[in-house]
Nanobody, 127 residues
C-alpha cells in the first residue's frame, strides 16, 4: 500500500475552476496508476479519471470529459486533477487512489479493489 494525500478543492462557483493535487509522502508515485474517485452525499463512490504510471494513457468518465484534465509530474511526485466549468453536480469528496502495483488504467473502477487512499478533499460547487 502507498499513503496518499489530496489537497485543493474548496468552495467554487458554478462555471469556476479548481485544481486537486495528490502526493505520496515517502513513496514514489511514478510506480502507480492513479485514479480520482468522488463520492457525493447519498451516492456510491465513482471513478472519474485515471492516469497510467507513465502518464501515456488517461481515462475520463463521460460526465467530466472536456472539463477535467488529469496529469502527473513524476519528478514532483504529484498527480493533478484540473477541474474546469464546474457544475453543482460535481460537488463531492474527491479521493485519489492506487491499486497494488497496477501501472495501467483498468477501464473499470471498482473502489473495493483499491487499497491505497487519501483522506479525501471536499469540492463544493455553489453560488
Amino acid at each position: 500500500q502507498v499513503q496518499l494525500e489530496e489537497s485543493g478543492g474548496g468552495l467554487v462557483q458554478p462555471g469556476g475552476s479548481t485544481r486537486l493535487s495528490c502526493v505520496a509522502p515517502g513513496s514514489t508515485l511514478a510506480y502507480y496508476a492513479i485514479v480520482w474517485f468522488r463520492q457525493a452525499p447519498g451516492k456510491e463512490r465513482e471513478g472519474v479519471s485515471c492516469i497510467s504510471a507513465a502518464g501515456g494513457y488517461v481515462y475520463y468518465e463521460d460526465s467530466v470529459k472536456g472539463r477535467f484534465t488529469i496529469s502527473r509530474d513524476n519528478a514532483k511526485n504529484t498527480v493533478y486533477l484540473q477541474m474546469n466549468s464546474l457544475k453543482p453536480e460535481d460537488t463531492a469528496v474527491y479521493y485519489c487512489a492506487a491499486r497494488g502495483l497496477l501501472r495501467d488504467c483498468p477501464g473499470i473502477y471498482n473502489p473495493d479493489e483499491y487499497g491505497s487512499w487519501g483522506q479525501g478533499t471536499q469540492v463544493t460547487v455553489s453560488p
